[in-house]
């Protein structure tokens, strides 16, 4: 029985010493103390409008052996002194998830990448067509220290994705994600990445000069003699830019008339507070417009617009009170 007791021993034993040594952590060979990095630089992108480049559109692709973009895996061991074969999963992830098919963000909000890792010749075990991240692959090591890993012909595609509208975009502006130990083998990383980008996204800007406050004048009782009688029409011009060929839409907002519904026309109020029985009508090309609903005001503007509005009277009420009168709306913008 003693006898029994003393093989099982050593039986455990073995089994956990070659454990430990299997697990053995992979480290840097030749003294080196850091990781590769690569830096992928797309240069100048001008984002298109929506309609041309819909929200998933792949704006620029860039795709090499990691040397043409002046890096390389960095090479490695693992399990030191190790009399043991190692087979272990190489990891390729942007943010250390599992997540397939992945786009990852950028620091331009509504510009993604999706980054894709092969062979360009072929490799042990590694894939020769671009497989997206996440993804891996096994790789060997034979015993002892000496043998070591690395993929002089290692390759990355990267795509650069339009992932939001462009009402939705930040502001043009430059690139610069970086996306670390984006290649590990066991904790130790091996390889980091940097994309760059000069973005330039369609973008308008409206006339700040604009008149807000708009003087419709002096009316009276003969001038607007019936319920739907309008007068004093005033031209609004409104002075838009677009950097390049864009969507523009309107909304009109504000508080509408309870007598009158449906015909563009704003509520307002004498120094009293109450309603003096006549509205502000707001027309779009002649017609009323329709408030907190999107106008298309322009399906291919580019370069300086002109937009015109106009406001009258409009009598709402057979009994109209005199007195000075107010009303406020709002003109929002959208381009795509």
Same mark, same amino acid.
């Given at each position: 029985? /003693?006898?029994?007791?003393?093989?099982?021993?050593?039986?455990?034993?073995?089994?956990?010493?070659?454990?430990?040594?299997?697990?053995?952590?992979?480290?840097?060979?030749?003294?080196?103390?850091?990781?590769?990095?690569?830096?992928?630089?797309?240069?100048?992108?001008?984002?298109?409008?929506?309609?041309?480049?819909?929200?998933? /559109?792949?704006?620029?692709?860039?795709?090499?052996?990691?040397?043409?973009?002046?890096?390389?895996?960095?090479?490695?061991?693992?399990?030191?002194?190790?009399? +043991?074969?190692?087979?272990?999963?190489?990891?390729?992830?942007?943010?250390?998830?599992? /997540?397939?098919?992945?786009? +990852? @963000?950028?620091?331009?909000?509504?510009?993604?990448?999706?980054? +894709?890792?092969?062979?360009?010749?072929?490799?042990? @075990?590694?894939? /020769?067509?671009?497989?997206v991240l996440y993804t891996t692959f096994t790789y060997h090591l034979g015993q002892g220290n000496v043998s070591t890993y690395q993929n002089p012909n290692a390759a990355i595609k990267i795509e650069l994705i339009k992932t939001a509208s462009i009402s939705e975009m930040a502001a043009s502006g430059l690139v610069s994600s970086d996306f670390h130990s984006l290649m590990k083998a066991e904790s130790t990383d091996l390889l980091d990445l940097n994309i760059k980008a000069n973005v330039e996204a369609p973008a308008c800007s409206v006339d700040s000069s604009i008149n807000k406050s708009?003087?419709?004048?002096?009316?009276?009782?003969?001038?607007?003699?019936?319920?739907? @009688?309008?007068?004093n029409k005033k031209k609004v011009d409104i002075n838009i830019t677009c950097s390049s060929t864009v969507e523009v839409n309107m909304t009109v907002t504000g508080k509408e008339n309870e007598d009158i519904k449906g015909q563009g026309i704003i509520a307002l109020t004498n120094n009293n507070g109450q309603d003096p029985g006549v509205g502000a009508q707001i027309l779009y090309q002649n017609v009323p417009v329709s408030l907190n609903t999107n106008i298309i005001a322009g399906a291919g503007l580019q370069g300086e617009n002109s937009l015109q509005l106009a406001l009258q009277y409009y009598r709402t009420k057979e009994k109209v009170e005199i007195g000075p009168v107010n009303g406020v709306f709002t003109v929002n913008f959208i381009y795509k």
């Open positions: 029985m /003693t006898f029994n007791r003393s093989v099982m021993s050593i039986m455990l034993s073995i089994i956990s010493l070659f454990f430990c040594m299997s697990a053995q952590a992979c480290y840097y060979f030749n003294g080196s103390s850091a990781p590769g990095r690569i830096i992928v630089d797309f240069g100048h992108i001008t984002v298109p409008n929506d309609a041309d480049a819909p929200v998933g /559109t792949v704006l620029a692709t860039k795709q090499g052996t990691m040397q043409s973009f002046g890096g390389i895996p960095a090479k490695f061991s693992c399990g030191q002194d190790s009399q +043991y074969n190692i087979s272990e999963s190489m990891k390729i992830s942007g943010d250390q998830t599992t /997540t397939s098919d992945e786009i +990852y @963000s950028t620091n331009i909000q509504g510009l993604g990448v999706k980054i +894709y890792y092969y062979s360009a010749v072929a490799y042990a @075990s590694e894939p /020769t067509t671009p497989m708009i003087n419709l004048g002096n009316v009276f009782d003969k001038d607007i003699p019936n319920v739907g @009688s309008v007068a």
